[in-house]
C-alpha cells in the first residue's frame, strides 16, 4: 500500500470509532434521562438488557411480556361469522389467549403486533377471514385453492379488549387446513 492509502486507512479506522463513540454516548444519554414515555428508550433499555442477559421462560411467564402462538390442528369447515380457535396452543405467556373460546384478551395497554394466517382448502374454495378488535372488523386475510392469506397490523390495545379472528358473515361456508398451516 502506499503510503497515502495507509494514512486514508488510519483516517477510516478513526472517523469509525468516533461514529461508535457518538452512538454510544447518545444511547447512555437515553438511557440516563429514563424516561418511559420514550418509546425509543424503552426500546433501547430492552436492547441493552437482552445483551446482557438474556429472558428466561421464567421470566416472560412472570408478565414481563405477553405472546402467544397456536395453530389450528385440524381441517374445519367455517359458518357464517364463525371464530377461529386455535386449538393447538404453543406459547402463552400471561394467560392471554382462551383456546376453547378463541379469544385473546389484552391484560396490558400497549402496542401490539399481531400476526395471523389461515389457509383455504383446495379445489377452487375460498376463505375470507377478518381479525375482530372487540365488535369492530379490522384487517382481512384471504385465501383460494389450497393458498395461504395473511394479516399483520400494529394496533394500540388497551386492557380488556378482545381480539378474535372470524370467518366473514357473507361468505358462506368455506373450508380451513388445519395441521398447523
Not at 9 to 15: F, I, L, P
Not at 38 to 49: A, P, T
Not at 71 to 97: H, M, P, Q, R
Not at 113 to 136: A, I
Request: aromatic share 6%.
Amino acid at each position: 500500500l502506499t503510503k497515502l492509502q495507509q494514512i486514508f486507512r488510519m483516517n477510516m479506522k478513526c472517523v469509525c470509532k468516533i461514529l461508535m463513540l457518538i452512538v454510544m454516548m447518545e444511547i447512555s444519554n437515553v438511557l440516563a434521562s429514563n424516561n418511559k414515555e420514550n418509546g425509543l428508550s424503552e426500546d433501547l433499555m430492552d436492547m441493552m438488557c437482552k445483551i446482557r442477559k438474556p429472558r428466561t421462560n421464567s421470566e416472560l411467564q412472570a408478565g414481563k411480556r405477553h405472546a402467544f402462538t397456536a395453530s389450528v390442528t385440524k381441517n374445519t369447515n367455517l359458518a357464517a361469522n364463525e371464530v377461529i380457535k386455535f386449538d393447538k396452543v404453543w406459547l402463552n405467556t400471561g394467560k392471554i389467549y382462551d383456546s376453547s373460546t378463541g379469544v385473546f384478551t389484552v391484560k396490558k395497554t400497549g402496542l401490539y403486533l399481531v400476526s395471523g394466517s389461515v389457509m383455504s382448502t383446495g379445489n377452487g374454495r375460498q376463505l375470507h377471514c377478518h381479525l375482530w378488535k372487540n365488535n369492530e372488523r379490522t384487517v382481512g386475510a384471504y385465501g383460494i385453492n389450497s393458498s395461504q392469506g395473511s394479516l399483520n397490523a400494529v394496533m394500540e390495545l388497551k386492557r380488556g379488549d378482545r381480539l378474535t379472528m372470524r370467518h366473514d358473515s357473507n361468505a358462506g361456508t368455506e373450508g380451513m387446513y388445519g395441521v398447523h398451516w
